[in-house]
């Protein structure tokens, strides 16, 4: 471990980890507050749109959607749009930043001339993003948390079941964080490799919808990081998703590891 680039690594991120944690507490804070004040009437409009209650089922989790009790709306928090976008996005943009990013920037050549080799370079990225995950993950869960407070007591916060929906929620983040590493170390154009992981999670997510009405997407469904995410189980059970976050865990390391094997034997050069 170097601290002249754990420094250096800490002095470019801690503000895009601010922005972003800050972002989803107050995206999770809201959505805590207003989702269970407006329950009953989106309970009636949720009755007849089975469209939505579609994609609902393949975003929390649940093999039916069910009405739009307190375990739906639990989910609902966790599973927004909003609150994916921000997990993936802090992971992509961070995770990008090094080779690929500085590549993009003609810097590489000045980064890899300091005295340290590629494989510390890459473990003190990794810390400086494994402590900016935790961070944003937790402010997601202290938005939650102040969110339901906000309600007097309306949906009480049971801290097991939180405490079960942020790490299952850090894991997906470690696993989008490892495919990224991957494409940051074989790529060489920034913005590309941004587009390609998002891709593939935007079609993670669509092939989650679509295992709903074809048998091919059910069976290829493993495939997709959402697979493994699923809050309405936790929820309702209140229990370890063992076997889902040993995936996430699993497959983030593994494509890390092979972003570190690339990153340090691959011919580097600026564009």
């Given at each position: 471990?170097?601290?002249g680039?754990?420094?250096?690594?800490?002095?470019?991120?801690?503000?895009?980890?601010l922005?972003?944690g800050l972002?989803?507490a107050?995206?999770?804070?809201?959505l805590?507050?207003?989702?269970?004040?407006?329950?009953?009437?989106?309970?009636?409009?949720?009755?007849r749109?089975?469209?939505?209650q579609?994609?609902?089922?393949a975003?929390?989790?649940?093999?039916?959607?069910?009405?739009?009790?307190p375990?739906?709306?639990?989910?609902i928090?966790?599973?927004?749009?909003?609150?994916?976008?921000?997990?993936w996005?802090?992971?992509?943009?961070?995770?990008?930043?090094?080779?690929?990013?500085?590549i993009?920037?003609?810097?590489?050549d000045?980064?890899?001339?300091?005295?340290?080799s590629?494989?510390?370079?890459?473990?003190?990225e990794?810390?400086?993003?494994l402590?900016?995950g935790?961070?944003?993950?937790l402010?997601?869960?202290?938005g939650?948390?102040?969110?339901r407070?906000?309600?007097a007591?309306?949906?009480?916060?049971?801290?097991?079941?939180?405490?079960?929906?942020?790490?299952?929620?850090?894991?997906?983040?470690?696993?989008v964080?490892?495919?990224?590493?991957?494409?940051?170390?074989?790529?060489?154009r920034?913005?590309?490799?941004?587009?390609?992981?998002f891709a593939?999670?935007?079609g993670?997510?669509?092939?989650?919808?679509l295992?709903?009405?074809?048998?091919?997407?059910e069976?290829?469904?493993?495939?997709?990081?959402?697979?493994?995410y699923?809050p309405?189980?936790?929820l309702?059970d209140?229990?370890?998703?063992?076997?889902?976050i040993?995936?996430l865990?699993?497959s983030?390391?593994?494509?890390w590891?092979?972003?570190?094997?690339?990153?340090?034997?691959?011919d580097?050069?600026?564009?």
């Amino acid at each position: 471990m170097n601290r002249g680039l754990l420094a250096k690594a800490w002095r470019e991120s801690w503000l895009l980890t601010l922005l972003f944690g800050l972002g989803l507490a107050l995206v999770e804070g809201l959505l805590s507050y207003a989702i269970p004040r407006f329950q009953e009437q989106l309970s009636a409009l949720w009755s007849r749109l089975t469209f939505i209650q579609s994609i609902m089922q393949a975003l929390v989790g649940t093999e039916r959607a069910g009405p739009l009790g307190p375990e739906m709306i639990g989910a609902i928090v966790w599973v927004h749009p909003a609150v994916l976008a921000l997990v993936w996005g802090h992971a992509i943009t961070f995770c990008t930043r090094v080779p690929v990013g500085e590549i993009d920037r003609g810097t590489i050549d000045v980064l890899l001339s300091l005295p340290v080799s590629r494989w510390q370079l890459y473990g003190t990225e990794t810390v400086v993003w494994l402590a900016s995950g935790i961070a944003v993950v937790l402010f997601g869960a202290m938005g939650t948390v102040g969110g339901r407070l906000t309600l007097a007591g309306t949906m009480p916060i049971e801290i097991p079941k939180l405490a079960i929906l942020t790490f299952n929620l850090f894991a997906l983040y470690l696993a989008v964080g490892g495919l990224a590493w991957c494409a940051s170390a074989s790529g060489d154009r920034r913005g590309r490799v941004i587009a390609v992981v998002f891709a593939f999670l935007i079609g993670s997510l669509l092939l989650n919808y679509l295992a709903n009405f074809w048998r091919l997407a059910e069976h290829l469904s493993f495939l997709g990081v959402l697979h493994y995410y699923r809050p309405i189980p936790i929820l309702r059970d209140g229990v370890w998703p063992m076997r889902d976050i040993a995936v996430l865990l699993a497959s983030g390391t593994a494509l890390w590891g092979l972003g570190g094997m690339i990153f340090s034997r691959r011919d580097l050069r600026t564009v």
